[in-house]
């Protein structure tokens, strides 16, 4: 048997360094240089406000990342329900005390910037029910009193980020805790029911969202009905992304960006302008970066010896993956537009803290991977 604390000693700084999964660096470290080119065409070719803003956070936040690294798998482990509690605290405080724009109220500001915990708990969730389940035997998953702690605190937060409003991360953060649950081993049944319930209640639920998000599944279901309107933004990001073809019009040449055709270029729609100036191809290989990114979570949830860290590692994969999936449906048109940032290359300082952090977890999980966790 391992023993904690030996293994704990026996990892000198050279035994962290060699451990490091240098692919999954090297990736994150080009999307990000991606990300500030992408910045930069979206300034108009200029160091504007975007591109330093952006530079800045993200060399600070791939530094927290490689720092929270170097972090024992023990901590986080450790610090699950915690750090899951002071991000509900941070939602709550929303709630109260938080910052309004576009009729959200979804930020609190911390001087420096203004956080949007809402990202912060995608992780936050993810990081409780992994602790949850790594101490439940597989064959008590499915008992009943095992199952109403998690639907607790998988639903409030959704709640409190519906009531902000913001209907997409709300489906966001729901989704990455149900991943967790069926990972953990939950039967299908259970989510065949919720899905039945969530169908009958999809009446009442429509009665409660505000005018702009009706307005959004009408505008999915059919954009060119106002044009000019609710549909112009995702009309213009299709032609956009069809004008790129296979080669795109190059760097700092889309006419629908740079003739502010496209709104919100730097934020939820950053990949509509890549894939105008890169065209397909370009846009095959910022998805071949997410695929290597899920890849090598994946691969470290494999590796690492404690079931926490593979619940972890697994469930951030999935979720990762639903969030590039989400935001590229959404700027084609396939999905309705739900406010879901593309993780590192759009503008956000709080979305990027988040999958950093996350991020950073997982790499614990590899440093440590042969750390047993009680």
């Not at 990202?119 to 035997?137: D, N, Q, S, V």
């Not at 795109?248 to 740079?258: A, V």
């Not at 998805?287 to 469930?315: M, Q």
Request: contains cysteine.
């Amino acid at each position: 048997m391992f023993q904690p604390r030996s293994i704990q000693s026996s990892l000198s700084l050279k035994d962290k360094l060699i451990s490091i999964d240098y692919v999954l660096v090297f990736s994150i470290l080009v999307l990000g240089i991606v990300s500030m080119f992408a910045m930069y065409s979206t300034d108009g070719g200029e160091f504007k406000y975007h591109t330093e803003s952006h530079i800045i956070r993200f060399f600070v936040f791939f530094i927290m990342f490689l720092t929270l690294s170097f972090v024992q798998i023990r901590f986080w482990h450790s610090t699950s329900y915690l750090i899951y509690f002071f991000f509900l605290i941070l939602l709550l405080g929303v709630k109260y005390f938080g910052i309004t724009s576009s009729g959200s109220q979804r930020w609190i500001s911390l001087y420096f910037m203004n956080l949007q915990p809402s990202e912060l708990m995608k992780i936050g969730l993810i990081l409780f029910l992994a602790k949850y389940y790594h101490r439940i035997p597989i064959e008590s998953v499915n008992r009943l009193k095992y199952l109403f702690l998690p639907i607790f605190v998988l639903i409030f937060p959704v709640l409190l980020v519906i009531m902000q409003p913001d209907l997409g991360t709300s489906i966001l953060i729901a989704a990455g805790g149900l991943v967790v649950a069926w990972l953990a081993g939950v039967r299908v049944k259970f989510f065949a029911y919720s899905l039945l319930l969530f169908i009958s209640l999809l009446p009442i639920a429509i009665s409660f969202l505000k005018p702009y998000q009706k307005a959004r599944i009408l505008t999915f279901l059919n954009p060119e009905k106002d044009p000019l309107g609710a549909g112009y933004q995702i009309i213009q990001s299709k032609i956009a992304i069809g004008s790129g073809g296979l080669f795109g019009k190059g760097f700092l040449n889309g006419s629908q960006s740079y003739l502010d055709y496209l709104p919100e270029k730097h934020t939820d729609f950053i990949f509509t302008l890549f894939s105008e100036e890169f065209g397909f191809f370009g846009s095959i290989f910022i998805l071949s970066l997410y695929a290597l990114i899920v890849s090598r979570i994946i691969k470290i949830g494999n590796t690492t010896r404690s079931n926490f860290g593979k619940l972890y590692c697994y469930s951030f994969a999935t979720a990762f993956f639903i969030y590039v999936v989400v935001n590229m449906g959404m700027v084609l048109g396939l999905l309705p537009i739900v406010g879901s940032p593309l993780p590192i290359l759009s503008y956000g300082g709080s979305s990027m803290m988040a999958i950093m952090l996350g991020l950073g977890i997982v790499m614990s999980c590899k440093i440590y991977k042969d750390t047993p966790v009680n």
